[in-house]
């Protein structure tokens, strides 16, 4: 009997101190790269303008905020393009909008549904998200007040 527990504690001892050496030996890398996608993302705001029919520098008429849905694009600078839609966005009646991303260039844009349409957003310039931080940036749009 005394050989039996014995040899049911060798077991589990063996049986940890394998578990152990997985665990320090794993590729702990990629875990990293969910961790940080929550700690790191784009925020910005979505302009509208001209919103007067006519623009007078003694009648300031500045652009308004917009709810709009967006679309998140990554970049890859190996072929100068998007590649691939990684979120949509819509942004509040306020404008504002914030996504979380893992770090990684991208661009934001219209979530184009093949239709021209008014407003008009422009795609963002490139916006570049590091680990633990937002980066942000304000999408313009054309109203087509002229």
Do not use: N
């Amino acid at each position: 009997m005394r050989r039996t527990v014995k040899t049911i504690i060798l077991l589990i001892v063996m049986t940890l101190g394998v578990l152990v050496l997985w665990y320090v030996g794993y590729d702990h890398s990629q875990e990293g790269d969910a961790v940080s996608a929550l700690h790191s993302g784009i925020a910005g705001i979505v302009l509208v303008g001209p919103t007067c029919p006519v623009m007078r520098a003694d009648e300031p008429c500045p652009d308004k905020p917009l709810q709009t849905t967006l679309s998140v694009q990554e970049y890859d600078r190996a072929i100068s393009a998007t590649t691939r839609i990684v979120a949509h966005i819509t942004s509040d009646s306020e404008g504002r909008f914030s996504v979380d991303l893992p770090p990684g260039e991208y661009i934001i844009g219209p979530d184009d549904t093949g239709v021209m349409q008014l407003p008009r957003c422009e795609k963002s310039d490139l916006v570049d998200v590091m680990a633990d931080k937002y980066a942000s940036t304000v999408i313009s749009c054309d109203s087509g007040i002229r």
